[in-house]
C-alpha cells in the first residue's frame, strides 16, 4: 500500500531535519570565537579563577596547538563522550535515516507502517548487541581517576604571589571583598617586575594593533597569536575599515597561574582594563561599532610564554 503524496512528503520533510540536524552537530562546535592562542598542556583547560575573573573562562577555542582534547576540569584528564549515538551506533541511525531518505526519493519509501515497526526492531537488536558489547568490553579495562597532574590546581598558598597587581602599582580600583577563589599554582613565583611588564604589554600590544605596526606585534607576540592578529588586520582591511584603540588603561588585574613546560615557561594574568575602542570606516572617518568618544571596560584573561628565560611574549588572550 503507497503512501499519499502529503504523507511521504512530510515523512521527507522529517527525515531531511533528522539528517541535517545529525550532521550539523560537529559543525556548531567549531565556529569562531573571540579567544585564540595557545597555552601549552593548559590550551585546554580553563584558567584557574581570579578576583579579577572569578567565574570560570572558556578554553581557548582557536588553537594551532596539536594533539590535545579539552579537559573537563583544570589537570584532570577526562574521557571522551562515550554512548550509542557517539559511536557506530550514531552512524548506524544517520545511515539508516538517509537510507530512507534516499528510499522515499525514489518511490519506495519506508515501505510503509510494517516497514517502520520492523525498522524499529532491528535497530533496538543492533543497539543492544552493540551496548551489551561496549559494556564488556569496557569492563576490562581500569578506570584512571587522573594523570600525574590531577591536583595541580588545587589551593597552593603562596606568600610571595602578589594578588590584584593593577591596585598595587597605581592600576586603579581595589579587589572586591568577601571570599576569595581558589588562586592557581604559582610555579614561578612570578613577582611585581613581571607583573608591571605585563601591564606595558597590554598597552603596547593594543597600540600596535590600532596601528597596524606589525614589526611591533612581532616583537610582542608569539608567531600564532601574530597571525590571528595578522589575520584580523587583513579582513579590516579587505572590509575598508580600521580599529582604533587608545587611552588604555589597567583598572584591576591579578595572577592566575604561572607554570614551566621544559623550556618554555607560562604566566596567565586576569585583567580589568578601559580603553576607547571603536571601528571606523577606512575612507570617511564615519565610526562604525564601537565608541569613539567614550571608554569601555573589558576583562580578559592574557597568557604569556617565554623560553629559556628570554622575553615575554603575548600568547593567549581569552575573553572573560
Known sequence: MFASKTVRFASLFACLVMAFSMISVSDAEARRGGSFGGRGMNTFNSPAPTNTAPNQVAPVQR??????QPSAAPGVQSAQPRGFMNGFGGSLLRGLALGGLLGLFFGAGFGGFGGIFAMIVQIALI???IWLAMRFFRGQRPATAGGPNAAAYQ?????????????MFGGGSAAPRGPKPTPGKNELNIGIEDLELFEQMLSRVQAAFAGENYAALRTLTTPEVMGYLSEELA????NGVKNHVSDVRLLQGDLAESWREGRDE???????????????????????EGDAENATESVEIWTFKRTSGGDWLLSAIQEA
Do not use: L
Open 155 to 167: 589551593a597552593q598558598p603562596n606568600n610571595n604571589r602578589p594578588n590584584d597587581f593593577g591596585q
Open 266 to 288: 607560562y604566566a596567565t594574568v586576569a585583567m580589568r582594563y578601559s580603553s576607547v575602542d571603536y571601528t571606523a570606516d577606512r575612507n570617511t572617518g564615519a565610526v562604525v
Open 127 to 129: 543497539g543492544g548487541a
Open 235 to 238: 579582513t579590516n582591511a579587505t
Open 63 to 68: 588553537t594551532m596547538t596539536p594533539g590535545q
